[in-house]
């Protein structure tokens, strides 16, 4: 495996950063997760303005240009001969001193990892999820903004602790007033009466690419989809629910906190996107 640091492509083992950056000490930095289908970097463009806009909001200053930062990502893709996989893309805020002042960093550091990809069990897409609501609230938007996808991911990992001990794959985490955010690692979908409701991006949510994609692929099938406010009780009496993420792509829920959700199986409008998911993947859709 060759893995980008800073402009050179290097042996994983010679792949190593600063153990003074701030990335590690602090959570100090930005990144994204990206997939490739078919040796094509999927939705590459909307990945790097995220990341661009994530390290805008936490004043970390790119060293390079985005389109330096896609021809990064390709270039890696390439030389690791990933046909289908996923890439980690990161930028830390670079070395600097035990403290937390910025200033005295002066290396970010751009890491471009791109390897094959473990999957949910199969099983899990044919027969859906049961999973648990969190007890650990999603960052409050005030405090650190859901919306940046930063290196911080505590407040996720607590959750997926969570998740874990109760034996579910996935949590919902609630906001700060009590109404659904997401899921530890993806975003939340329900379908009632026909309409497919996600909880708005000031619920305090990752502003998802799958979400954005499965949103557009819905309206391009007729289904009428509202950003709602969305309460623990909307998940309990839905017909249907499923969440989506890079990694996840778009996967079943049929179980919350021990209730049944519609018929306890995939329903139909989550199969038919999931179907129309694929087939954007595979260049066969367009949005
Ligand atoms: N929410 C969180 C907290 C995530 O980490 C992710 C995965 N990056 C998502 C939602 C899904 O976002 P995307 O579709 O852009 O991968």
């Known amino acids: 495996m060759q893995v980008y640091v800073n402009g050179a492509l290097l042996p994983k083992e010679q792949a190593v950063v600063s153990v003074f950056d701030h990335g590690l000490l602090y959570g100090d930095g930005v990144f994204e997760g990206i997939r490739v289908y078919g040796g094509k970097v999927f939705l590459l463009g909307e990945h790097i303005e995220r990341l661009y806009e994530s390290a805008r909001a936490i004043r970390l200053v790119m060293p390079i240009s985005p389109a330096e930062m896609t021809a990064a990502v390709e270039k890696t893709v390439a030389a690791n001969g990933i046909r289908d996989g996923y890439v980690r893309l990161v930028v830390t805020r670079g ?26 069990p199969a099983e899990l897409y044919e027969k859906g999820m049961q999973i648990i609501t969190a007890s650990t609230i999603r960052n409050h938007p005030a405090a650190l903004s859901p919306r940046i996808k930063s ?16 034996g579910a794959p996935e949590a919902i985490m609630l906001n700060h007033k009590g109404d659904v955010a997401e899921c530890t690692g993806d975003n939340l979908f329900l379908v009632k009466k026909g309409e497919l409701l996600t909880p708005p991006v000031d ?26 406010t969305l309460q623990r009780h909307d998940v309990y009496v839905a017909d249907e629910c499923f969440l989506t993420g890079t990694a996840a792509e ?6 919350v906190d021990g209730r ?11 199969q038919d996107l999931r179907q129309r998911f694929q087939r954007l993947t595979r260049g066969e859709l367009t949005l």
């Open 250 to 255: 778009v996967i079943p829920v049929v179980g």
């Open 95 to 120: 070395s600097g001193s035990l403290g937390l002042d910025i200033r005295k960093t002066s290396d970010p550091q751009v890491i471009v990892i791109a390897d094959t990809i473990s999957l949910y």
């Open 151 to 166: 290196l911080n991911y505590l407040n996720n990992i607590l959750a997926k602790i969570e998740a874990t001990d109760a």
């Open 260 to 270: 049944m959700i519609g018929d306890g199986k995939p329903g139909p409008v989550t």
């Open 203 to 228: 619920s305090g949510v990752l502003d998802g690419v799958t979400r954005r994609a499965v949103m557009r692929l819905a309206e391009g099938a007729g289904v009428t989809v509202r950003e709602v």
